[in-house]
Structures are given as structure tokens and as C-alpha cells.
């Protein structure tokens, strides 16, 4: 039996690669597949070196690898039953549908495959639907955790939580002020095969995106910066460990126009990858924190709840609740996504710098994900559908099982499946949370009227225009009480400036 290693399961210590040490291995570069969305070039150059170092190293340690760059899949698979004569193995992809494809074009080639259990995660899908039994919707994330805590014994002592809390979120919000300098990211330098891939990426897709709505999108890159082997990834782990652990915590919300790292650990591409897996990451953390007694507690836990909480509990999320999640939009919302995200054409400062540092390196932090990028869009109305297309192309670590739970459901309000509330903000919470608002073309107080930032006529003209499904929402009454205060004439200049907003963005004037 042949072991198939996909693109997002380049683990040599998990999985059938690690059980069958002596066994044959495919792995096909898909031409095709790489041209399914309009990938952002560091993606795809990302994923395929991360390949072809595998293969050789796999190579250099004695594996036959059977490795093909092929138009298609089924190219490579033809090429290689022809050639092996070998029932496959894989592991079980994250996303929804995949396994189903890949066992039928393998039967199709006149191939049998075998899909196991997806070991990258640390809650097998058995223990989350055992978990999730008897439990009403929306999952509750916090609970989910708690058991995860539970399971580990990660910061338990005596099967209580270390520090008597559960959760330190409260304490992870300060903003560090506009001089604040934070160390400086890890950059890997590409070596040769990086180097071979990333042209081949820019003469095969260059000038693919330059037509409407892409606008040339990915023109101009900053130099490829991501690890792509398991000891940069190891590198990149030890990096976060010693100089941003620290202030992961406190400022994780923080946003600064000149600090695109900020205190991020920035594994999450090779955590995606399977370069590195979620528990070794964690008990790393974990042991450096014992070995720093700098390190508060809120950081440490800050971080344990977004790799083991949040990353484990979205995945299981989007597998139960697919393939209905992809299309849920329970907001009816119908505006196409704008122009500017692929641009960055806006003189909205935390707009533009952030669809920028997209651009640059096909990656944003989290708080800038939800709360700046997927908050305009919630807020203008965008289907969520086409918000979810453009993150998973454009960032380095997006995949359908990771984009789709937090851009439809988290970002959109579009589900039910989780979210208790839409993650909706004014200027206001931009401007406590980030240094963008101080330099920027629009004014932060104002709603309505010449100037006026576009965020908040957009935020009042959701409440507004969504009120039938908001309104009744525990969480939504204070806001509600606000927007009460408001008399109609106040309300119809929110409308039109909501409007006019729409027509600036849609004429590339925003």
C-alpha cells in the first residue's frame, strides 16, 4: 500500500506517512487545482514548497516518492497506478467533500484508497459529536474548551484551572499606544527550491488577476517570508516562545498601522500545513512559559484557548454543520463583495492598510480578520459567500474548514451555528483598539455628512435594517436602546449616507 500525502498533510510524525515508514508515496502538484480561486501567490508558492521539501527529504531518507506535476489529479493518479499498481492510503482532508472526491477519482483511475482519521487536530471528530450530543445550538465555545482543558490537563492543577479562571480574555485588551515597538517577525529566507517555486508561480499566474474585480490583486508582493520546512517551522515556534510570548496577551486585539506582527505567534500556516501539530505547539508554549516566569498567565491562556479552544471547536463546527454552513446567510445579505478588498483602493486608513499588508503578505492578524475586514463587509451588507472566496484566497493559512466557520458564521452572522451575536462595530471601537482612525481621510465622530466615517452610518444602517432579527438577541438590547434614541429624521441621513457610502465604494471613490 502507497501513501498519498495531500498538500495539507505534510506531517512526517502523524498519520499513514509516520505508520508506514516503508512504503512508496504520491504526491501530485494539480495545475488545475492550484487555479480554483485566485490565489494570493505566497499561498500557492507556500504549499508547494512545503511539498517539494518534503519529498526531499523523504527522498534523502531512503522513501520512493512518487512525485508528479500534472494538470490534474487524476493526471497524477493515472501516472501513478500505471506505474505502482499500489492501493492508496491518505489521511481524511478537513475539508467537506474532499475524501468523497479523492476516493471516487481513485476508483475512477481503477484504484482503490483508504481515507484514515485526519490526525493534524488534537479532538478526534468522535469525541466532539459525544461532546455536542443533547446540545442545543449555537455551540457554546467556552464549554467545549473547558473539556478540552479537562482532557489534556493543559494549566489544570488538581482538576481545577491554574489561577482559579477559566478564561483571562478580559485582560488581553489593552492597546499599547501608537510608539509602542514590538520585536521583529521571524523572516525565512527562500532557499533554491523556494526560490524555482516562486517563479514558476509568477510566470504561470501573472496577469491572471488583472481584470475586474481582481484589479491585479497580487501585482506586487512583499519577498516570500514563510517557513516551509518542519525545522523552520520548529524555528518559528521557538521565535514566538522567546521574544513574543510575553506580550502575546495583552495586546492581541491591538491593531498599528506600522506593526503588521505585532506580538501573533504567526504559526498558524504551518500549523495548517501540518509542519507542526496543535499539541506539540501548545506544550512548547506551555514549557516555555514555566521556563519564563515573565510570562502571565493571561498570554499563556490567551494562547491555549485560540490553538486548542478556538482552531479544535471551529473545525468540528464546520464539519457537522457543512454542507449547509458554506450558503448560510441568515441576514439575507445580497451586496457584492467590493472592488477595494482586492484593490486596497479606499481612503479609509484601516481599510487601506490592511487589505494592503493582505496584499504584501497574504496575511492579516485575527482582530484585523474579524473586526475590520469582515465587520465592513457584515456591515455593508456583503453575501457571505463571496467574503469567505476572497479569504481563502488571499491569506497564507486559509482553508475552506478554517475560513468558512469564522468569515460566514463569525464574521457574518450568517448561521446560527455558534455566534450569539453579529460582530458589529462603529469607529469606535476602531479608534480604542488601533492608531488607524488619527491620520485617516474620514472623521471618527462623525455619522452622517460630508467626511463622515463610513463605519458608523454603515453600523446604524444595520441595526436599523436588520432589526426584526437582531433586536430580540440578549446581547443586542443595549445597542437597540441607542439606536431608539434616534428620531427619524436622524435615521433617514444614516440610510443616505449608508447609500451613498455603497454607490463611493462601488465607483471606486470610498
Not at 499513514?16 to 516503508?22: E, F, I, S, T
Not at 506535476?69 to 500505471?82: K, M
Not at 497564507?396 to 463569525?410: G, K, L
Amino acid at each position: 500500500m502507497a501513501v498519498w500525502v495531500l498538500g495539507d498533510g505534510l506531517s512526517r510524525t502523524h498519520g499513514p506517512l509516520a505508520a508506514r515508514p516503508d512504503e512508496p508515496v504520491l504526491m501530485v502538484e494539480s495545475r488545475a487545482f492550484a487555479r480554483r480561486y485566485p490565489y494570493h501567490p505566497h499561498k500557492l508558492t507556500l504549499v508547494l514548497s512545503a511539498m517539494r521539501h518534503l519529498r526531499d527529504e523523504l527522498r534523502e531518507a531512503g522513501r520512493d516518492v512518487a512525485y508528479y506535476r500534472t494538470e490534474t489529479f487524476r493526471d497524477g493518479v493515472e501516472r501513478f497506478l500505471s506505474e505502482y499498481e499500489e492501493p492508496l492510503v491518505a489521511m481524511e482532508p478537513a475539508s467537506h467533500g474532499a475524501g468523497d472526491r479523492l476516493r471516487e477519482l481513485v476508483a475512477d483511475c481503477g484504484g482503490t484508497l483508504d481515507l484514515v482519521r485526519n490526525e493534524l487536530f488534537i479532538c478526534s471528530a468522535d469525541r466532539f459529536d459525544e461532546w455536542a450530543e443533547g446540545r442545543s445550538k449555537p455551540y457554546r465555545q467556552e464549554g467545549f474548551y473547558r473539556t478540552m482543558r479537562r482532557e489534556t490537563g493543559y494549566l489544570m492543577a488538581d482538576g481545577e484551572p491554574v489561577g482559579g479562571e477559566w478564561n483571562y480574555d478580559a485582560e488581553n485588551r489593552e492597546f499599547p499606544g501608537s510608539d509602542y515597538d514590538p520585536p521583529e517577525p521571524p523572516r525565512f529566507e527562500p532557499d533554491e527550491v523556494t526560490r524555482e517555486v516562486s517563479a514558476w508561480v509568477r510566470e504561470e499566474f501573472d496577469g491572471s488577476y488583472d481584470e475586474p474585480p481582481y484589479g491585479g490583486a497580487w501585482a506586487d508582493p512583499e519577498p516570500f517570508r514563510w517557513p516551509v520546512t518542519r525545522e523552520a517551522a520548529l524555528s518559528a515556534l521557538e521565535s514566538f516562545c522567546a521574544d513574543r510570548l510575553v506580550e502575546f496577551g495583552p495586546y492581541q486585539d491591538a491593531m498599528l498601522g506600522d506593526e503588521w506582527a505585532m506580538n501573533h505567534a504567526l504559526l498558524s500556516a504551518a500549523i495548517n500545513l501540518g509542519l507542526l501539530h496543535p499539541a506539540e505547539v501548545i506544550e512548547r508554549v506551555l514549557e516555555a512559559a514555566r521556563e519564563d516566569p515573565d510570562v502571565p498567565l493571561a498570554s499563556l491562556e490567551g494562547f491555549v484557548r485560540q490553538v486548542l479552544g478556538w482552531r479544535e471547536f471551529l473545525r468540528h463546527v464546520y464539519r457537522v454543520e457543512m454542507p449547509e454552513l458554506a450558503t448560510a446567510n441568515r441576514l439575507d445579505a445580497t451586496e457584492d463583495l467590493p472592488e477595494l478588498y482586492w484593490s486596497g483602493g479606499t481612503e479609509m486608513n484601516c481599510l487601506s492598510n490592511v487589505i494592503d499588508g493582505v496584499r504584501e503578505r497574504g496575511y492579516s492578524h485575527h482582530i484585523e480578520r474579524l473586526m475590520v475586514l469582515s465587520n465592513f463587509a457584515l456591515l455593508y451588507g456583503v453575501e457571505p459567500r463571496q467574503l469567505d472566496d476572497w479569504f481563502h484566497a488571499a491569506y497564507v493559512d486559509a482553508y475552506h474548514w478554517v475560513t468558512t466557520p469564522n468569515v460566514v458564521e463569525m464574521g457574518s452572522y450568517g448561521s446560527g451555528a455558534f455566534a450569539t451575536k453579529p460582530y458589529a462595530a462603529s469607529a469606535n471601537y476602531i479608534d480604542r483598539m488601533s492608531d488607524h482612525c488619527s491620520d485617516c481621510s474620514y472623521y471618527k465622530t462623525k455619522t452622517t455628512g460630508e467626511g463622515a466615517c463610513p463605519f458608523n452610518a454603515l453600523y446604524w444602517e444595520f441595526l436599523g435594517r436588520n432589526e426584526d432579527d437582531l433586536r430580540s438577541s440578549g446581547r443586542m438590547g443595549l445597542v437597540y436602546s441607542h439606536w431608539d434614541d434616534k428620531d427619524e429624521a436622524e435615521r433617514e441621513a444614516i440610510r443616505e449616507r449608508a447609500a451613498e457610502v455603497r454607490g463611493m465604494a462601488e465607483r471606486g471613490e470610498l
